[in-house]
């Protein structure tokens, strides 16, 4: 990722854009965090976000027209926020104003001549940019003049004139311009200002000056535009954005750049921050009476702000939430990654840990691709050799076990005709539930005689673990396989392999099993019942509309009451947590998603996903696949039906494989390997922690087999047999002893990747 791809990025996310009402201010009050303190009666601190960001502010919060309430969107959900009222109040009751620091002087000199609210907040401006700046009009005038002692008290204003003193502002009378005085005076000085309230232009000479930078006929002479030219009445805080940009034209002068260039966002402008209002109750605006609000008053008016912000997909996924932040964040700290450290762990496992499920795209207004980032990021690291071996490493190598003669299986159809239909299961269904694929297989087969199988893996944990080189070989092999039965229409069970199938096999024909179901009818014995479920749309169907309908149009024809469990359904569904081999990087992590999902609704879940199936059965959650229903019998409590562990996945696929070829097509496979024939059993509680290890029964079976064969073993501080095996890149150690029935029981085991030297290859 170049620096041009990450500013895009960026960009996209909207999340550091201003709220409705920071937007439409002229001067950008952060309206946000001031009515945070508010509401907490942090009076000073609020009082101190105004200080900072008007000019003025003694006068200007007393008197400003507050244009922000226009574009609240609290006026959306029962009225705007008063801030004109909360912001009387806060400066009649804070005690402490924060001081004003000019920047280091520039050794220019700016003159503002007229002493309205333009000129005053130019001349405050001017000094905090560090101008030696001298005022011409030592009496505020204009709009200000004609203000009542109960709008703007004198006090308030001779506060605010003193403060401009103490920032170093030169105060003398007026100038009395006519057009020569004000050439000879702005001759004077590098730059100069003219408020339009005190000295219209026409009156002097000057024509009509620049909309967006003020720039008069005379360079470095800048003026307000005829007051008569602004429609409606005066705007307190307009004439104050008046006097600010022509202080911002004065220092581009002075400095020799563009005047108008980037200055979209100096005035009120629409911000693209998006705030959803879903959940957000209606409540009435406190109203504030003659004498302004009551403490508690004006903190229940300010608890009435929003606190806009976007947040969608943070707000809905937990791998967001986890690295505390958002994706303009997380786009830097990806670029940093690659481009600067070149891998930290830190940085390594947030990559690692995204579902790329792409919730956060169908959430985000304005498309942010969170998964297309982490999993390009996840390719550039495999690429340069900063993937970490361990991070999914155990995925792959059970898609290599389910591509392997153990498992896979490509056959035509029975009958020996040319092959019509492939049925596709998807590695994982295999895994899950053996015999409701040997079920639905030999339902396909009673509709279409012309049916073939393919068992395998469809390639995604290569693809979404960076591995291009692995996942072009399995897909290169898929299209392969595909050709040798004649390129039939292929019909697929699992809504990942079916999105990942669309690109390893662009010519196919690919239909779901669910949409075929529909056409066909339901099997003879099919679980009809009216009982309401709640469906689980896999993340893999996100973007399949017509997958959605299929599979609550086949759960009508159950006669199942089909329900949503929420918002986050269909198009807006959640990961289980197995989506980008989470559950592998960051098992954890992997659990809360499951946990967050179940959490979404009371009722029972049903899906069509087996993965998604056995993820959220391990949170407690009853849940049935559609098989449950389809195919029932036997299946009594199918909704809470343990998930198989690592170890009987595998074997479950085998042993599928083993029973297909000799049901359907008369054939027996080969014989088991030696290490097959390790009988093991397990002390209390290591079954569930080898599960948690990612330590399968083969691994074990290797490591004792190649302990008999090699006689090396050691003795552990409990007295048992400890003996050690590296098959290929990890070492797997095993504390066991003989269980006196031919086996062995097994008391522990972990592995690493470490190589200990000297009983590399062995028990010793």
Not at 106 to 120: D, E, I, P, Q, T
Not at 739 to 760: P, T
Request: hydrophobic share 40%.
């Amino acid at each position: 990722m170049d620096q041009k791809v990450l500013r895009e990025l960026e960009a996209r996310c909207i999340q550091e854009e201003p709220p409705r009402c920071a937007a439409a201010c002229p001067l950008h009050v952060d309206a946000r965090t001031f009515c945070m303190f508010m509401a907490d009666g942090r009076w000073n601190e609020a009082w101190a976000v105004l200080a900072r960001t008007i000019p003025l502010p003694g006068v200007l919060a007393r008197i400003c027209d507050a244009p922000c309430e226009a574009a609240c969107l609290r006026s959306e959900a029962g009225g705007a926020v008063r801030l004109g009222a909360l912001e009387r109040f806060c400066a009649n009751k804070a005690d402490r104003t924060p001081k004003v620091l000019p920047l280091p002087a520039k050794s220019k000199r700016a003159a503002v001549f007229g002493a309205g609210l333009a000129g005053l907040c130019a001349a405050w401006e001017l000094a905090r940019k560090g101008f030696d700046t001298t005022l011409y009009g030592d009496q505020p005038a204009g709009l200000l003049a004609r203000m009542s002692e109960a709008e703007l008290p004198k006090a308030a204003l001779a506060g605010e004139m003193e403060r401009l003193r103490k920032l170093g502002v030169s105060i003398e009378p007026d100038a009395d311009l006519s057009s020569e005085r004000l050439r000879e005076l702005a001759g004077q000085f590098d730059t100069a200002f003219v408020d339009a309230e005190m000295y219209p232009l026409e009156s002097i000479g000057l024509g009509q000056p620049d909309e967006l930078s003020l720039g008069t006929e005379l360079p470095g002479l800048f003026a307000g535009p005829p007051l008569a030219d602004l429609s409606g009445p005066v705007s307190p805080v307009g004439l104050a954005l008046m006097g600010r940009r022509a202080a911002n034209s004065m220092e581009r002068f002075v400095q020799g750049v563009s005047l108008v260039a980037s200055r979209e966002k100096e005035g009120p402008f629409e911000t693209r921050l998006f705030t959803s209002l879903e959940g957000v109750q209606a409540a009435l605006p406190v109203e504030p009476d003659r004498e302004g609000y009551t403490e508690e008053q004006a903190r229940a008016e300010a608890g009435r702000c929003l606190r806009c912000e976007c947040l969608e997909c943070v707000k809905n996924c937990a791998f967001l939430k986890q690295y505390g932040s958002y994706p303009k964040v997380y786009a830097r700290r990806i670029y940093n990654n690659e481009s600067i450290v070149m891998g930290t762990r830190h940085a390594n496992e947030m990559i690692d840990s995204c579902m790329l499920c792409g919730l956060c795209t169908a959430l985000c207004p304005e498309d942010f691709d969170m998964a297309g980032l982490c999993l390009e990021a996840r390719n550039g690291m495999v690429r340069r050799g900063k993937m970490p071996a361990t991070a999914f490493e155990f995925a792959l190598r059970d898609m290599a076990f389910a591509n392997g003669d153990k498992c896979a299986l490509v056959k035509g159809p029975p009958s020996g005709a040319k092959t019509g239909l492939l049925f596709f299961p998807g590695c994982q269904l295999t895994a899950s539930d053996p015999d409701g694929v040997r079920r639905a297989y030999a339902w396909l087969l009673q509709h279409r005689s012309d049916t073939g199988l393919h068992l395998a893996c469809c390639a995604a944990p290569a693809l979404w673990a960076g591995r291009a080189g692995e996942y072009a070989q399995c897909v290169e092999r898929l299209r392969t396989q595909w050709a040798q039965l004649g390129e039939p229409d292929v019909v697929a069970a699992c809504p990942t392999c079916l999105k990942t199938l669309a690109q390893a096999l662009p010519g196919a024909r690919l239909r779901s099993f669910w949409g075929l179901a529909r056409e066909l009818g339901l099997p003879d014995g099919a679980r009809l019942s009216e009982e309401t479920l709640a469906v689980h749309d896999p993340c893999g169907s996100r973007e399949d509309a017509a997958l959605h309908e299929d599979v609550r149009g086949l759960l009508a024809d159950l006669g199942v009451r089909a329900v949503e469990p929420g918002r986050l359904t269909r198009e807006l569904t959640e990961c289980c947590g197995f989506g980008g081999l989470m559950a592998n990087a960051n098992p954890p992590l992997a659990e809360r998603v499951a946990e967050q999902r179940v959490a979404i609704t009371d009722k029972d879940f049903v899906t069509y996903c087996a993965m998604c199936r056995d993820r959220l059965a391990r949170t407690g959650k009853p849940i049935r696949h559609l098989f449950d229903l389809l195919f029932p019998e036997g299946r009594e409590h199918a909704a809470t039906r343990p998930a198989p562990g690592h170890s009987e996945r595998r074997e479950n696929r085998a042993r599928l494989r083993v029973r297909l070829l000799k049901e359907f097509w008369g054939e027996d496979s080969t014989g088991p390997e030696a290490f097959e024939g390790v009988v093991l059993s397990y002390a209390p509680g290591v079954a569930e922690r080898l599960e948690e290890r990612r330590i399968l029964k083969s691994d074990l079976q290797k490591t004792l087999l190649a302990a008999g064969q090699q006689g090396g073993m050691f003795v552990s501080e409990a007295g048992h047999l400890l003996t050690c095996h590296r098959p290929v890149s990890v070492t797997y150690w095993v504390e066991y002893e003989a269980d006196g029935q031919g086996g062995w029981l097994v008391h522990n085991a972990w592995s690493h990747r470490m190589r200990v030297a000297g009983i590399e290859g062995g028990g010793r």
